[in-house]
């Protein structure tokens, strides 16, 4: 898979890609692929490079060195906003909902890729632009229906308490109708029960819809339990890759959580 | 539909939902504001040059608030961009011999440029490094017309001549800008609850999210500049045809600053901000004008000139809005509003 | 342009630029330990020359240099305590509040500030009684008024001074570990309200020193508050947040616009009429091109942000 064009069967491929932050080497030669509808886990100690990887995915970062495809087509050089109309989303470690916006407009948002009214259709909005925005205002019902969040369609996002505003965020990005869905660590800091139904909506996404992901998760339990296939990463390298069982055993796997560098040991131990 | 809001969600469809004024009260209201409107020369006789004075800055904070309110870039130049539209309309006017129908949009179509000019930078250059480019911005501009045009006087501009009727009276001019008033302000917020709005609103909450989402910030930053100048470009023209002289003074840093303040005072994010802030500044502004002398009188400190009265009440008003209601009147209009809704229970 | 032209324009731009400088490391202090950009600062330049030519004035009975030392003492107290009255009475409120709400709030005060001196003082020029001969010295071979001399040195001497202070001394430190990562150092026990105040009765004072130095070579009147605009130009070229930044863009601004302004208005004509006042707007026009090429300042530190 080095070499040559990717199988359909690929959603993404990433090669031998490389990225520096005045010296310091966040990714380093990495290498892997999706296929379609799976759910991959990227694991690795704090600082691993996990979430660099997903900034170059969606064009945050530029690689110094590697390629990005997507969907067989080289998307190393197109802008972030570029790529998320080739369709890829992502929810980000740190929500980054729009705060003065109330939950209806964020994830109305996530519908702008879809958006076609021009300047004057918006402005005149009779006619062409209030049909649109109709339009778009029925698929984000079904998506407040699936995240049952319904009681707080018109709150604004600042005020809603921390779990309800990382369900508004994937809501927002599935109203992209993504073809990859990129989720950094979608569970932190939530309660039992909200980890529960979050993981509950991912795996109805992969089951029902098919939809091709990538999850970043600190919290072992969730991601044996979910995941396809596991990466796992120390210091910007891959040192392990495989079906979960495997990796989780995998001798470099448990020296980068448990050695003397890191030891973060409660990690791998499945959660604090 | 009821005359109140009713207890529990009786919409029926997402339309309903997204008007603007979804229940009857309301839709009255504003069919009562736009009878006002047109009644008012009856009703304020002399004093609709006051109203004449509103509408025209009205319509240049409505760009403003646009850029800063909805886009969230700060912009201190927004009185340069009046002046742009003023003397296109006037150069129209007078050496292209156009019409004031031709002029009105063209002043219009080159403030829209000029402000996508000066908002092309604005993805590299942001926060406070962007508000002093539009400072630096502004003074250029009021630099060129003393340099290039007006010199130190003013430039007479001739007046407004709509199909052969000129527009020599204020009742005259009150229709005209009274019309364009409320097209434009009824185009802004129609923006603000589609497309446009809505990218604009997520590049001011968090621009790198939007970006991932699919905005085009390099795009919708410009636009905003562009759309704002445009607005500012039209009250330029109006205001041009209606002063019937216009200079460097009119269009100064003072008077970018006096276009903040009506965003300010009027309510940031609001649509309905921009004409409550402006209504607020241009009537202080004149009443101002009218008892500055009292004011100087009793109080020694203040002085004889009108504008250090003017300066000390404007910086103040400013200063306690900040304070105690960062919201403006628009948010002290919904208090209102919601105590309407609910009337008659207490909650 | 002949080269004894650029050497004189260098010299006297060097002069006016040591004070442009010292303005702006007041603006760069406020900026570096509380994060507002203070669009007010002009008017404490106006502030400080205007007060300064009463206070002497109100000293005539002693002799002039005499009075011109309590005016200057006098004035420099009211600055240091108008500083601190704006920071309690109008910033501490604002504390947290967005970007554009505190830059609104300086450009607030700065028309209060403005307002209250055209109202006591009309507007007119004032200048201080000769305290310094009005005789012209060479400088490099160049002739210098002597008056200029006098403020460059002293602006000078402040500079350094300033930069001594925040080296070593207490509050100094305090300062600057406020200005890198403001809640850490609360939490290692700096008081911020206390750093904020001193912070701007710091710029009002350093605004006031300009203030004083530029009447006493130039005469004081309102144009005196688009000297603070330079002084954003310059910091703008050093980056917002760089204080011996700040002290070479105060500088350059005052070498460019000596030099290029002065040979702009005397030499190029546009449609045939020639450039009246370009020096005043030189300063901007290196904002604008500054800001084209590094948007962040010269030796401004860019944030990278993290996701």
Same mark, same amino acid.
């Given at each position: 898979?080095?070499?040559?064009?990717?199988?359909?069967?690929?959603?993404?491929?990433?090669?031998?890609?490389?990225?520096?932050?005045?010296?310091?080497?966040?990714?380093?030669?990495?290498?892997?692929?999706?296929?379609?509808?799976?759910?991959?886990?990227?694991?690795?100690?704090?600082?691993?490079?996990?979430?660099?990887?997903?900034?170059?995915?969606?064009?945050?970062?530029?690689?110094?060195?590697?390629?990005?495809?997507?969907?067989?087509?080289?998307?190393?050089?197109?802008?972030?906003?570029?790529?998320?109309?080739?369709?890829?989303?992502?929810?980000?470690?740190?929500?980054?909902?729009?705060?003065?916006?109330?939950?209806?407009?964020?994830?109305?948002?996530?519908?702008?890729?879809?958006?076609?009214?021009?300047?004057?259709?918006?402005?005149?909005?009779?006619?062409?632009?209030?049909?649109?925005?109709?339009?778009?205002?029925?698929?984000?019902?079904?998506?407040?229906?699936?995240?049952?969040?319904?009681?707080?369609?018109?709150?604004?996002?600042?005020?809603?308490?921390?779990?309800?505003? %990382?369900?508004?965020?994937?809501?927002?990005?599935?109203?992209?109708?993504?073809?990859?869905?990129?989720?950094?660590?979608?569970?932190?800091?939530?309660?039992?029960?909200? %980890?529960?139904?979050?993981?509950?909506?991912?795996?109805?996404?992969?089951?029902?819809?098919?939809?091709?992901?990538?999850?970043?998760?600190?919290?072992?339990?969730?991601?044996?339990?979910?995941?396809?296939?596991?990466?796992?990463?120390?210091?910007?390298? %891959?040192?392990?890759?495989?079906?979960? %069982?495997?990796?989780?055993?995998?001798?470099?796997?448990?020296?980068?959580?448990?050695?003397?560098?890191?030891?973060?040991?409660?990690?791998?131990?499945?959660?604090? | 539909?009821?005359? /109140?809001?009713?207890?529990?969600?009786?919409?029926?469809?997402?339309?309903?939902?997204?008007?603007?004024?979804?229940?009857?009260?309301?839709?009255?209201?504003?069919?009562?504001?736009?009878?006002?409107?047109?009644? /008012?020369?009856?009703?304020?006789?002399?004093?609709?040059?006051?109203?004449?004075?509103?509408?025209?800055?009205?319509?240049?904070?409505?760009?403003?608030?646009?850029?800063?309110?909805?886009?969230?870039?700060?912009?201190?130049?927004?009185?340069?961009?009046?002046?742009?539209?003023?003397?296109?309309?006037?150069?129209?006017?007078?050496?292209?011999?156009?019409?004031?129908?031709?002029?009105?949009?063209?002043?219009?179509?080159?403030?829209? /440029?000029?402000?996508?000019?000066?908002?092309?930078?604005?993805?590299?250059?942001?926060?406070?490094?962007?508000?002093?480019?539009?400072?630096?911005?502004?003074?250029?501009?009021?630099?060129?017309?003393?340099?290039?045009?007006?010199?130190?006087?003013?430039?007479?501009?001739?007046?407004?001549?709509?199909?052969?009727?000129?527009?020599?009276?204020?009742?005259?001019?009150?229709?005209?800008?009274?019309?364009?008033?409320?097209? =434009?302000?009824?185009?802004?917020?129609?923006?603000?609850?589609?497309?446009?709005?809505?990218?604009?609103?997520?590049?001011?909450?968090?621009?790198?999210?939007?970006?991932?989402?699919?905005?085009?910030?390099?795009?919708?930053?410009?636009?905003?500049?562009?759309? =704002?100048?445009?607005?500012?470009?039209?009250?330029?023209?109006?205001?041009?045809?209606?002063?019937?002289?216009?200079?460097?003074?009119?269009?100064?840093?003072?008077?970018?600053?006096?276009?903040?303040?009506?965003?300010?005072?009027? =309510?940031?994010?609001?649509?309905?901000?921009?004409?409550?802030?402006?209504?607020?500044?241009?009537?202080?502004?004149?009443?101002?004008?009218?008892?500055?002398?009292?004011?100087?009188?009793?109080?020694?400190?203040?002085?004889?000139?009108?504008?250090?009265?003017?300066?000390?009440?404007?910086?103040?008003?400013?200063?306690?809005?900040?304070?105690?209601?960062?919201?403006?009147?628009?948010?002290?209009?919904?208090?209102?509003?919601?105590?309407?809704?609910?009337?008659?229970?207490?909650? | 342009?002949?080269?004894?032209?650029?050497?004189?324009?260098?010299?006297?731009?060097?002069?006016?630029?040591?004070?442009?400088?010292?303005?702006?490391?007041?603006?760069?202090?406020?900026?570096?330990?509380?994060?507002?950009?203070?669009?007010?600062?002009?008017?404490?330049?106006?502030?400080?020359?205007?007060? +300064?030519?009463?206070?002497?004035?109100?000293?005539?009975?002693?002799?002039?240099?005499?009075?011109?030392?309590?005016?200057?003492?006098?004035?420099?107290?009211?600055?240091?305590?108008?500083?601190?009255?704006?920071?309690?009475?109008?910033?501490?409120?604002?504390?947290?509040?967005?970007?554009?709400?505190?830059?609104?709030?300086?450009?607030?005060?700065?028309?209060?500030?403005?307002?209250?001196?055209?109202?006591?003082?009309?507007?007119?020029?004032?200048?201080?009684?000769?305290?310094?001969?009005?005789?012209?010295?060479?400088?490099?071979?160049?002739?210098?008024?002597?008056?200029?001399?006098?403020?460059?040195?002293?602006?000078?001497?402040?500079?350094?001074?300033?930069?001594?202070?925040?080296?070593?001394?207490?509050?100094?430190?305090?300062?600057?570990?406020?200005?890198?990562?403001?809640?850490?150092?609360?939490?290692?026990?700096?008081?911020?309200?206390?750093?904020?105040?001193?912070?701007?009765?710091?710029?009002?004072?350093?605004?006031?020193?300009?203030?004083?130095?530029?009447?006493?070579?130039?005469?004081?009147?309102?144009?005196?508050?688009?000297?603070?605009?330079?002084?954003?130009? +310059?910091?703008?070229?050093?980056?917002?947040?760089?204080?011996?930044?700040?002290?070479?863009?105060?500088?350059?601004?005052?070498?460019?616009?000596?030099?290029?302004?002065?040979?702009?208005?005397?030499?190029?004509?546009?449609?045939?009429?020639?450039?009246?006042?370009?020096?005043?707007?030189?300063?901007?026009?290196?904002?604008?091109?500054?800001?084209?090429?590094?948007?962040?300042?010269?030796?401004?530190?860019?944030?990278?942000?993290?996701?």
């Amino acid at each position: 898979m080095a070499e040559g064009v990717p199988l359909v069967d690929t959603v993404l491929s990433v090669r031998r890609m490389t990225v520096r932050f005045a010296g310091v080497v966040a990714v380093s030669d990495l290498s892997f692929s999706l296929h379609a509808g799976e759910l991959l886990g990227i694991i690795g100690p704090n600082g691993a490079g996990k979430t660099s990887v997903l900034n170059c995915i969606n064009g945050f970062y530029r690689p110094q060195a590697g390629q990005v495809f997507f969907l067989g087509r080289d998307i190393t050089h197109l802008p972030p906003h570029a790529r998320a109309s080739t369709g890829i989303a992502r929810t980000f470690q740190n929500i980054a909902l729009y705060p003065h916006m109330t939950v209806l407009q964020n994830i109305l948002s996530g519908r702008l890729v879809h958006m076609r009214s021009s300047l004057l259709g918006c402005g005149v909005y009779w006619g062409f632009g209030q049909r649109e925005v109709l339009r778009h205002r029925q698929r984000v019902e079904e998506i407040i229906d699936f995240l049952e969040i319904e009681a707080y369609r018109d709150h604004r996002v600042a005020e809603l308490p921390y779990g309800i505003q %990382k369900k508004v965020e994937l809501g927002r990005a599935l109203a992209m109708e993504p073809r990859l869905l990129l989720l950094d660590e979608p569970m932190a800091g939530m309660t039992v029960d909200e %980890k529960a139904d979050m993981a509950r909506y991912i795996l109805e996404l992969r089951e029902v819809r098919g939809l091709s992901m990538i999850l970043i998760e600190h919290d072992m339990g969730v991601v044996m339990d979910l995941c396809d296939r596991l990466l796992a990463m120390d210091y910007g390298r %891959k040192i392990a890759e495989g079906p979960p %069982k495997e990796v989780q055993q995998h001798p470099d796997v448990i020296r980068a959580y448990l050695g003397e560098e890191h030891g973060v040991a409660e990690e791998v131990a499945g959660g604090p | 539909m009821a005359y /109140a809001r009713p207890c529990g969600d009786f919409k029926t469809s997402y339309a309903q939902d997204m008007a603007l004024l979804d229940i009857r009260l309301y839709r009255w209201g504003f069919l009562l504001l736009l009878a006002a409107m047109v009644a /008012a020369p009856w009703v304020l006789g002399r004093w609709i040059y006051l109203l004449n004075d509103i509408a025209v800055f009205a319509i240049g904070a409505v760009g403003l608030s646009l850029v800063m309110g909805f886009a969230g870039q700060i912009s201190l130049g927004h009185a340069a961009f009046m002046a742009v539209g003023a003397y296109t309309s006037w150069f129209a006017t007078t050496h292209l011999k156009l019409p004031f129908v031709a002029a009105l949009p063209l002043s219009a179509v080159v403030a829209f /440029a000029v402000g996508a000019v000066v908002g092309l930078p604005s993805l590299r250059i942001k926060g406070l490094y962007l508000a002093i480019a539009t400072l630096a911005f502004q003074f250029l501009v009021e630099y060129l017309i003393v340099q290039t045009v007006s010199g130190m006087g003013g430039t007479p501009v001739p007046p407004m001549d709509l199909f052969g009727v000129p527009v020599n009276t204020e009742v005259r001019f009150w229709y005209v800008v009274a019309t364009v008033w409320v097209v =434009g302000a009824v185009f802004a917020t129609n923006l603000t609850r589609t497309r446009v709005g809505l990218a604009l609103m997520a590049v001011r909450d968090r621009d790198y999210a939007a970006q991932v989402l699919g905005v085009n910030l390099l795009y919708y930053k410009t636009l905003a500049f562009a759309l =704002g100048a445009a607005y500012a470009g039209v009250a330029g023209s109006l205001f041009a045809h209606y002063n019937r002289v216009i200079g460097a003074e009119h269009f100064s840093l003072a008077q970018s600053i006096d276009f903040v303040a009506m965003l300010v005072i009027g =309510g940031l994010g609001s649509v309905w901000g921009p004409h409550l802030g402006a209504a607020f500044v241009r009537m202080l502004t004149q009443l101002l004008k009218m008892w500055a002398p009292v004011l100087g009188a009793v109080i020694p400190v203040l002085g004889r000139a009108t504008t250090s009265v003017h300066d000390v009440v404007f910086g103040v008003i400013l200063i306690v809005f900040l304070i105690w209601e960062p919201g403006g009147l628009a948010t002290l209009l919904r208090k209102f509003k919601r105590y309407v809704d609910l009337w008659p229970f207490p909650h | 342009m002949s080269g004894q032209f650029v050497l004189e324009g260098v010299v006297v731009g060097l002069a006016v630029g040591s004070i442009y400088a010292l303005i702006a490391v007041g603006f760069t202090v406020l900026y570096k330990s509380t994060k507002i950009l203070n669009l007010a600062h002009g008017e404490l330049v106006l502030f400080g020359g205007y007060l +300064a030519i009463a206070a002497t004035s109100a000293f005539g009975f002693l002799p002039t240099p005499a009075a011109f030392a309590a005016g200057v003492a006098v004035t420099l107290l009211a600055a240091a305590a108008l500083g601190f009255a704006v920071e309690r009475a109008v910033m501490r409120p604002l504390f947290g509040q967005p970007l554009l709400s505190v830059i609104i709030v300086t450009l607030a005060l700065g028309y209060v500030v403005r307002g209250i001196m055209v109202g006591i003082w009309s507007g007119e020029t004032r200048t201080f009684p000769p305290v310094i001969p009005a005789t012209v010295v060479r400088v490099a071979g160049v002739p210098v008024s002597l008056v200029g001399v006098w403020s460059a040195a002293a602006a000078a001497t402040l500079l350094v001074t300033f930069s001594l202070f925040f080296r070593y001394s207490r509050w100094g430190i305090a300062m600057r570990a406020a200005a890198n990562e403001q809640l850490t150092a609360s939490t290692l026990g700096v008081s911020l309200r206390r750093v904020f105040a001193y912070a701007w009765a710091f710029a009002a004072v350093a605004g006031a020193v300009g203030g004083i130095l530029l009447g006493l070579w130039l005469g004081v009147n309102f144009a005196l508050a688009a000297v603070g605009l330079k002084a954003l130009a +310059a910091v703008i070229l050093g980056g917002l947040d760089s204080v011996p930044g700040a002290i070479l863009g105060g500088l350059l601004v005052g070498v460019v616009e000596t030099v290029l302004g002065g040979y702009m208005e005397a030499h190029v004509r546009v449609l045939g009429q020639p450039l009246h006042g370009f020096k005043e707007v030189t300063a901007y026009l290196v904002i604008l091109l500054a800001l084209m090429v590094r948007p962040h300042g010269l030796f401004g530190t860019e944030r990278i942000e993290r996701l």
